[in-house]
């Protein structure tokens, strides 16, 4: 009965777990992840994708379009400025 309950919360937990990831748009995992790949915690890269996303849209980007054009610098930028600020607010 152990070993039952055992497969059970696992498959639960990984079903929880894609759920969460299935969540997450394209951008936002390219820029977590590169985030996260630097350095930083996922927690602070999660926050600074929220804060950048609320005032750039990024979702709605498609960043191999923009890429090396002002905008798409901007938002580097202001990446940049949120992880800081996320990294004050949350610690490392």
Do not use: P, W
Not at 7 to 21: C, G, H, P
Not at 52 to 61: N, P, R, S
């Amino acid at each position: 009965m152990k070993f039952e309950a055992m497969v059970r919360t696992t498959a639960l937990a990984v079903l929880f777990a894609a759920s969460l990831s299935a969540c997450s748009s394209k951008n936002e995992r390219a820029f977590v992840g590169g985030c996260v790949g630097m350095g930083a915690s996922r927690e602070n890269c999660s926050c600074a994708y929220k804060k950048v996303q609320a005032t750039h849209k990024l979702d709605d980007i498609n960043f191999g379009e923009i890429l090396g054009t002002e905008q798409h610098r901007k938002i580097q930028v202001a990446f940049a400025a949120a992880v800081v600020q996320c990294i004050r607010e949350n610690g490392l």
